[in-house]
């Protein structure tokens, strides 16, 4: 299931936690693809908290809780990292991650904390929901087939890698534009990982945000630069992303476009996903500033020129993803339909 639905499916459990309609959701999927920033991602969107558990570097007792003599009888001392309504708030999200490469002694642990909310006289509060997220076998993390009693306890997803939705992600958290130009213009490569050949560093979601950081930090020392581009994502998509980047140096002046300037479309598809990216980057950044119309208005004009409707399709695609509704209102926006009017615009969401 792609990052969107995924969320819709989390928005959802939410909102039905204090309608006894709640059902504990298990995430599947490789290393790297973005589980745990998803689940992040809902709690931020919704202002709630989420209490993070590494189940995979936990003992049964951090559950549990501490056995403590309390006159003749034993107690526990309820772990304070589990949720607590006066010290968390009514409504949260407890995400139990890395829960397939938890001991086995600390799965049974979470049993009773799943299925029953509760561990003793410990109580989940009703408004909070309770997801996990783990990788699979075949994905050469330190992983344990999750028991039969503990999986009966999830409804269970896969987490589908969607490059449209990774797009949207990374111009609302400011990735560099020439990261999300390269991988429109090598989709492949948003994730490329085969567990046969055992490899060290190679391109995911995560590893391709290291190479955004990367090319700040080593922006001034080309040589460095390369060599910690794949470092970040492998020998093989550094080099290449390395070589894209060096030819946005025949880039137009993406200034003038914003100004309505009439610019030439670069020929290269490259250099077209390159402008695509940066515009759609520029989009984002003028959302609700008293300039937005005139820009929007600009990039529609620019879009129309793309010798490849597809280009302007993706392009217009991504703005409205990621700015909403309001770009159907901007007068150059008909114009521009119209120069497409025999394709889509984009997937039903």
Not at 38 to 61: C, F, G, K
Not at 76 to 86: F, K, Q, R
Not at 161 to 175: E, F, G, R, S
Not at 237 to 258: C, Q, R, S, Y
Request: aromatic letters at 8%.
């Amino acid at each position: 299931m792609r990052p969107a639905h995924l969320k819709t499916i989390l928005d959802q459990e939410l909102a039905s936690a204090t309608t006894g309609h709640h059902t504990p959701v298990m995430i599947w999927g490789p290393p790297g693809i973005g589980k745990s920033q998803l689940v992040a991602s809902v709690a931020a969107h919704a202002s709630i908290p989420m209490i993070d558990l590494r189940l995979s570097q936990m003992e049964p007792s951090d559950l549990r809780g501490i056995p403590f003599r309390n006159g003749s009888t034993v107690e526990w001392a309820v772990p304070a990292m589990l949720p607590d309504e006066a010290r968390h708030g009514p409504t949260g999200i407890l995400f139990l991650d890395e829960i397939t490469s938890a001991l086995p002694a600390v799965s049974a642990a979470a049993y009773q904390l799943i299925l029953d909310r509760s561990l003793g006289d410990y109580q989940v509060p009703d408004g909070w929901i309770i997801t996990a997220a783990g990788n699979r076998q075949g994905d050469r993390g330190v992983t344990y087939a999750m028991p039969s009693p503990l999986a009966n306890r999830f409804t269970h997803f896969s987490f589908d890698i969607n490059l449209d939705d990774w797009v949207l992600w990374a111009h609302h958290n400011k990735i560099d534009e020439r990261i999300i130009a390269f991988l429109r213009f090598r989709p492949e490569l948003l994730f490329d990982f085969d567990p046969a050949t055992d490899p060290v560093a190679f391109p995911t979601p995560r590893s391709w945000e290291f190479a955004h950081h990367a090319m700040h930090k080593f922006a001034s020392q080309p040589e460095v630069l390369a060599a910690s581009l794949q470092a970040c994502v492998g020998k093989a998509a550094g080099i290449e992303v390395n070589a894209f980047i060096d030819n946005l140096k025949h880039m137009p002046d993406i200034t003038a476009i914003l100004n309505g300037n009439e610019i030439t479309v670069p020929e290269s598809i490259d250099l077209q996903y390159a402008v695509a990216s940066s515009l759609v980057g520029h989009a984002v950044r003028t959302k609700d500033t008293e300039e937005e119309t005139v820009i929007l208005g600009n990039i529609l004009q620019y879009a129309a020129r793309f010798p490849q409707k597809e280009m302007a399709v993706m392009l217009v695609s991504d703005m409205y993803r990621a700015i909403g509704e309001k770009l159907f209102a901007i007068p150059d926006f008909q114009r521009w339909a119209n120069e497409v009017a025999d394709i889509v615009l984009y997937e039903n969401e």
